[in-house]
């Protein structure tokens, strides 16, 4: 017995017992060839701990102290690169990845630093990066990588602040597309507005990142659809050397990753195959139960990534995520009229949602290229229903029942011939959508089934002149399908050109200008759409159109921080309008609907333009952090032709996010936003009566009214604890903690007496005003590693 409880002790104490020190692996590789640089320096900034990258491109460093470091790597022949804001913990490290850029031959006796700040020949500007540290430790995000990118610079709130659409300078929310490992995900959020991409919580977890990257324009050739931003997310490999994970609680979900090495023969082998898998549950249900709120907000989702080493010039990715959302509602205990209003408004949502990919990379054995094969699936299964009696689902309004399904291939080939990059690519998909709709004030039902095919080519091509001073890129796609009737290859040509020139020879001043014409397929929704006699009176819809060109200056302060001025305008052609509405559709989407379900017409213009300046500083001095003043408008046309503000129109945008780094591992991190006044579209009373409780806006208002300004603050606290075989990170975070009110559109529900019975004749009452909640939200969570 003796024997037994030594054994338990011990292995208490090896969990229990602080423990003051942790390692860190990963791997450096030439950004061109994409193989292994052998002899690579790896240093921490600050202390003498520093190796070398053995013959296939690993490192590891052991006995670190556990805290933050900035990390250099070097190598002869190129450019330095540095890591900042690394956190190093006694357990649950992740692998760091290197990607180095050599130095022209004529510049070989100069010493380059590789910016930080992720821009690129061909995205020289309108780019911002985060880190999975920075998402991580992001006061009110709750670990939602969605929620992070919404403060990012010219991205606007939605309306009330709770939702996760990506409003990028004055754009709609359909406008950005979403990429996982150059894999295109249709949806990132759950509880999606289906044919637009918003949603209340993401679905990425921030323990498969390494980091994401926001370009706002300047697009890459190799992305179809957007036309206003592409959100690229890149994944980290799972451990090579051990397995292990962690378990995540945060205010609405809870959270559980594992990773580690696969099919390995021995411990002191590198895996060449590993593996991430993650499983959250949400149990807001439960919190909204307990304080007697009538809606039941369910979901699930999942997330796997496994990459197979076959030698040092083939990889093979397989990835998904996933996502099980229902929505339904209860009635309360006692009568409340705006919980009654929530109650008959709201929506009922059964929501599947699935991506799956297979990519293989192949490194040319020249080192002078690669190339990349991806096959995927998008799978979006979505019912969508109002109903008369939301509490029993009887009495149906509306009801959406539909299907998405895609399978893409997508192609690309690299190659480096003298000092030109070139690429070159295609994709071919095949598109399955089914609906069954019914409108029933409308008296509208309609069955559709469609399986078409779209297409794309591209071609893109970089390099640099002056003595690296001046750096141009330039590419060309198009892009058409099997279906709609109005566009084809030679209307949806998309040209593009960027230039980066350095007015000083240290790079310290930097003039950037890129301009582009990109063009998006009209969603499924609308596609689909059918009238009463069965027709597809959109199937002539043209693809959308955008024109950007943004010009700007950058001034590198120190290697670390980064002062910018850029100034754009976008100008839009061929944009969806409502005709039952006579809007354009840019209007909508911020919501919980079924975006372009109706007759359209590709006859909108549109035009956003401002100017926007920023100031971001990675570690350095213990402080990160970034600040962006935005100074824009955003206009549309409708049926009528005359151009009128969006409802995304708010003139200002302010965004700030930063940390600073206290000792024993303490951190203080802060964001705040702020939107000037928006326009909105004021409820229509006397047609909302008559199709209560569905409401009807009145877009012929769109303008006169507006919303106050959105003022936002969080601050969070985290503190990281270090034992032998764990470590915890436990942190407390205040929303709102200056207490301004949150503007929304007025709410309205039926008149009814004290009992909640209806009175009559039926009228609407305005049950809430535009200022909103004003409390503070304080929570909590901690992330356990082992």
């Known amino acids: 017995m003796k024997k037994e409880f030594t054994y338990l002790f011990l292995l208490i104490s090896g969990i229990l017992f602080s423990q003051s020190t942790g390692s860190l692996d990963g791997r450096v590789i030439d950004s061109k060839s ?30 670190i102290p556990t805290k933050t470091y900035n990390i250099e790597v070097s190598y002869l022949g190129f450019e330095t690169e540095t890591l900042y804001n690394v956190i190093v913990k006694s357990v649950g490290n992740i692998p760091l990845l290197f990607k180095l850029n050599e130095i022209a031959e004529n510049l070989d006796e100069v010493i380059l630093v590789q910016s930080p700040f992720k821009t690129s020949s061909e995205t ?134 594992l990773e580690g090495p696969l099919f390995r023969k021995n411990k002191d082998q590198i895996a060449k195959t590993t593996f991430l898998l993650s499983l959250r549950r949400s149990y807001l249900q439960f919190l909204f139960e307990l304080i007697g709120l009538p809606i039941r907000p369910d979901y699930w989702d999942y997330q796997w990534k496994i990459k197979h080493e076959i030698d040092t010039y083939n990889s093979l990715t397989f990835l998904g995520i996933g996502s ?87 192609f690309q080939a690299t190659q480096f011939t003298d000092n030109w990059k070139w690429s070159v690519g295609f994709n071919l998909q095949n598109s399955a959508y089914q609906n069954n709709t019914r409108f029933v004030y409308d008296d509208l039902t309609y069955n559709t089934n469609l399986n078409f095919a779209k297409y794309g080519l591209f071609i893109k091509a970089s390099s640099s002149f002056l003595n690296e001073r001046l750096d141009f890129s330039w590419g ?21 050109v960027a230039i980066s020139y350095s007015l000083t020879e240290n790079k310290q001043w930097k003039f950037n200008a890129s301009a582009g014409r990109y063009f998006k397929i009209p969603t499924y929704t609308m596609l689909g759409f059918q009238n009463k006699s069965g027709n597809f009176i959109n199937q002539n819809l043209s693809y959308t159109r955008s024109d950007h060109l943004v010009g700007g200056l950058e001034y590198n302060l120190t290697p670390a921080s980064r002062f910018t001025v850029e100034g754009f305008i976008k100008n839009y052609a061929n944009y969806p309008i409502s005709v039952l509405d006579r809007v354009s559709l840019a209007n ?34 213990n402080f990160y952090g970034i600040l962006a003043y935005t100074y824009f408008s955003s206009e549309f046309t409708g049926v009528d032709g005359i151009l009128r503000p969006s409802v995304w129109d708010s003139r200002h945008l302010i965004s700030f996010s930063g940390g600073y780094k206290l000792k024993r591992n303490w951190e203080l ?81 039926l008149s009814r007496n004290m009992d909640g019975s209806i009175l009559l004749p039926k009228s609407l009452k305005q049950i809430s005003t535009t200022e909103g909640n004003r409390s503070p939200l304080p929570s909590f969570g901690f992330v356990l590693y082992f």
């Open 669 to 749: 991190s802060a964001r705040w936003r702020f939107a000037g006044e928006n326009p909105y579209v004021p409820v229509n009373i006397e047609a909302s009566i008559q199709r209560y409780p569905e409401l009807i806006l009145d877009y012929d208002r769109l303008g006169e009214v507006k919303l106050n300004s959105f003022n936002l603050a969080d601050i969070r606290i985290d503190k990281k604890w270090n034992f032998k075989s764990l470590s915890f990170n436990f942190y407390f975070e205040v929303q709102n903690f200056l207490a301004q009110p949150n503007p929304t559109p007025p709410e309205y529900g």
């Open 324 to 410: 099980i959302d229902n929505f339904s509602v209860k009635a309360p205990d006692e009568f409340d009229e705006e919980q009654q209003a929530t109650l008959e408004q709201v929506p009922i949502i059964d929501q599947r949602s699935t991506t799956v990919g297979l990519s293989w990379k192949r490194n040319y054995k020249n080192g002078k290229g690669f190339m990349n094969t991806v096959v995927s699936s998008n799978r979006l299964e979505n019912i969508f229903a109002r109903y008369q009696d939301n509490t029993t689902k009887t009495g149906t309004i509306f009801q959406n029942d539909s299907f998405e399904w895609e399978t893409k291939l997508r």
């Open 476 to 496: 060309i796609r198009t892009d058409a399908d099997s279906f709609s009737t109005a566009s084809n290859f030679l209307d949806n040509l998309s040209p593009r």
């Open 34 to 63: 994409q193989l292994p640089l052998e002899g690579a320096t790896i240093i921490l900034k600050g202390t003498s701990l520093g190796v070398i990258t053995n013959q296939n491109g690993y490192f590891s460093i052991n006995d």
């Open 588 to 621: 909508k989407g911020g919501g919980f609907e079924v975006l372009g379900n109706e007759s359209i017409v590709s006859e909108g213009e549109g035009i956003s333009k401002g100017v926007e300046v920023l100031f971001q500083q990675k570690l350095s001095k």
């Open 124 to 257: 020289p500007l309108s780019t911002q990066t985060f880190s999975v540290v920075e998402i991580e430790t992001y006061p009110g995000g709750n670990n939602d990588i969605t929620k992070v990118v919404q403060s990012m610079p010219g991205i606007s709130p939605s309306i009330g602040g709770f939702r996760n659409d990506i409003i990028i300078r004055g754009g709609a929310p359909n406008e950005t597309v979403y990429y996982l490992d150059g894999i295109e995900i249709p949806n990132i959020n759950h509880f999606s507005t289906q044919g637009s991409a918003g949603g209340p919580v993401g679905m990425v977890n921030v323990s498969f990142i390494r980091e994401v990257t926001l370009s706002s324009s300047s697009f890459g050739a190799e992305y179809d659809n957007p036309l206003s931003g592409v959100l690229s997310f890149e994944q980290r490999e799972g451990d090579m050397n051990k397995f292990g994970g962690n378990f995540r609680l945060g205010a609405s979900e809870t959270a559980l990753t």
